[in-house]
């Protein structure tokens, strides 16, 4: 047992667990040329392919706390003059509109009250009607400060329906909840600070096969938020930059920690923690 003088009880930042503490504090090598990095950080991907119903190879975590993963996905698809439906329920959809507008985008807001959800119905109507020039999609899974678990499910299917790009924050859901890329989820944003139990540090992005080729499309030119630079990383063996192979060795544990308890398992145990805080 390790006892602490203090408790996190934040919703991220969480707490970390003495395996990954330990975990983190290993020994650690070069990462740009240790083979067995190359290995761990690709049974990352695998583990976390499977919980998000991706393909291994569609699969990227880079060093960055998770905002890098918001600003690049609208720095890689959006180019400028682009107008961008941006759903929001909360202070997080809402910064999805000054991303869109500081890459030359246009955002056009489908905004409701911080304490209700999105409904596909208003949405798909939205997206029929004010949006209907719009390319790409922002929505926010789950809003941290609210609590408010939007249905990820049918407000993919309905843009999808649209022809629509959409990219997902779930910096604060990815392996609270049921997630399934494969449900129209073109770039999928994680963060390592939150359910996934580590410090901030690192960012998730599961990226559909439509996105890779909107992104060739797109043509982003900048280098430390460039998805397209991390396609093929493990078969070439080569990073962009350094990884961090403390915090990669701390999500490994965190992954074989919610293997072991078995996602349907980690799903209700988060879902009867929600019901007791309301």
Known sequence: MFVTDTLIATPGPTEIPHRILLAMVRRTTNP???PEF???YDEVR?????MLGARKGNVIVWVGEAMSGLEAAVANLVRNGDKVAVLSNGVFGDAFADLVRAYGGVPIIHRVEYTKIL???KVVQFLKSEARDARVVTMVHCETPSGTLNNLRELARVVKSEGKLLIVDAVSSIGGVEIDVKWGVD???GGSQKVLNLPSGLTILAVSDEAWEAMERVDYRGFYLNIR???DVVEKMEFPYTHSEPLINGLL??????HEEGLDN????HKAVARGCH
Request: charged share 40%.
């Open 32 to 34: 740009d040329l240790d």
């Open 38 to 40: 190359f290995r761990r």
């Open 46 to 50: 695998s583990m976390i392919a499977e």
């Open 119 to 121: 409904d596909p119905d």
């Open 187 to 189: 770039i999928l944003i």
């Open 229 to 231: 630079l991390w396609r």
């Open 253 to 258: 544990e965190s992954l074989r920690m919610i």
């Open 266 to 269: 980690v799903y209700r145990r």
